[in-house]
């Protein structure tokens, strides 16, 4: 009998979450998501390498995503392109591939190095 009740109470719980957030989207509609902030270097190859001084600027760099060199170093999408593509964020923009004067204003990119003591 006590296994019954944590059962029903577990779906009814479960169900009842579920309503709830349905609901609460036709309310008040999903909400968006502005921006993505990426701190990382590994997972996040967002292509800020100067041209002049990288191969991530050549041939065969960016064949997949964006369809041409952007200077990433992947090819295709990263995880952080994945992550936004499932929060309904906009993909975050290669450096050179969009107008830097006009969103210089909107962007911030951060740089962050660890270093590590080796004994």
């Not at 309310?27 to 990426?38: A, R």
Request: charged content about 20%; proline content about 6%.
């Amino acid at each position: 009998m006590y296994f019954l009740m944590k059962l029903f109470l577990s779906f009814f719980l479960f169900f009842g979450g579920i309503n709830g957030v349905m609901c609460s989207n036709q309310l008040f509609g999903p909400k968006k998501t502005p921006k993505l902030f990426v701190f990382g270097d590994s997972y996040a190859d967002t292509g800020n390498t100067k041209p002049n001084n990288t191969e991530a600027w050549k041939f065969p760099y960016g064949i997949t995503f964006p369809g041409k060199p952007s200077g990433r170093y992947s090819d295709g999408l990263t995880n952080t392109d994945f992550l936004a593509k499932v929060l309904g964020a906009k993909s975050p923009y290669l450096y050179r591939t969009h107008g830097r004067k006009k969103r210089a204003k909107k962007r911030n990119e951060f740089c962050l190095r660890t270093i590590q003591s080796v004994q």
